[in-house]
T-cell receptor, first 113, second 114 residues
């Protein structure tokens, strides 16, 4: 079956430092990826997406890197703030299954003031 | 605010009972997805509807069913509830963005089965 996994279940960073959250995916046919942020008791919030024809995409304070060779995805958060504390999920879209996504279990990011 | 609404926010019920969760997608979105999120678990895909028709099924139990109505809102029906059904239930709607479908999630319904 499909698997989307995260390398680290928890990550703690100092406020102001950069954070890197990693994700591995297993299906080389995946062509679209999304990073979501989920705060406690809330629904997943779209952060940034990337297609398989790209290696890098930048948003506001966030950058997603895609390495198709090793099937690895990362989310970089610059100047991490306390409000960034949350669980971060990567989601993988496999085109031959339509627009169904597969989600990892998430990485819990804690920002230390 | 994603534009996806879900009601109720919290639901507490007993084993053996039946509940209905409601979702309204973002304006203009034709797709609705339902997910279950248990403690320490990732999002588990349950079912996908597009413009009133079932499009895909995931790990949805036979005790669970869903439908999407002409106004595009969707309901997830959970019956013969068991303790293990306690979870967060999310719906998402999707918008096509240059060939890819981006899913936006609602705030969820927290179901507690006692």
């Amino acid at each position: 079956g499909e698997s989307v996994g995260l390398h680290l279940p928890t990550l703690s960073v100092q406020e102001g430092d950069n954070s890197i959250i990693n994700c591995a995916y297993s299906n080389s046919a995946s062509d679209y990826f999304i990073w979501y942020k989920q705060e406690s008791g809330k629904g997943p919030q779209f952060i940034i997406d990337i297609r398989s024809n790209m290696d890098k995409r930048q948003g506001q304070r966030v950058t997603v890197l895609l390495n198709k060779t090793v099937k690895h995805l990362s989310l970089q958060i610059a100047a991490t703030q306390p409000g960034d504390s949350a669980v971060y999920f990567c989601a993988e879209n496999i085109s031959n299954t339509g627009n169904q996504f597969y989600f990892g279990t998430g990485t819990s990011l804690t920002v230390i003031p | 605010d994603s534009g996806v609404t879900q009601t109720p926010k919290h639901l507490i019920t007993a084993t053996g009972q039946r509940v209905t969760l409601r979702c309204s997608p973002r304006s203009g979105d034709l797709s609705v997805y339902w997910y279950q999120q248990s403690l320490d678990q990732g999002l588990q895909f349950l079912i996908h509807y597009y413009n009133g028709e079932e499009r895909a099924k995931g790990n949805i139990l036979e005790r669970f069913s869903a439908q999407q109505f002409p106004d595009l809102h969707s309901e997830l029906n959970l019956s013969s509830l068991e303790l293990g059904d306690s979870a967060l239930y999310f719906c998402a709607s999707s918008v096509r963005n240059s060939g890819a479908y981006t899913q936006y999630f609602g705030p969820g319904t927290r179901l507690t089965v006692l």
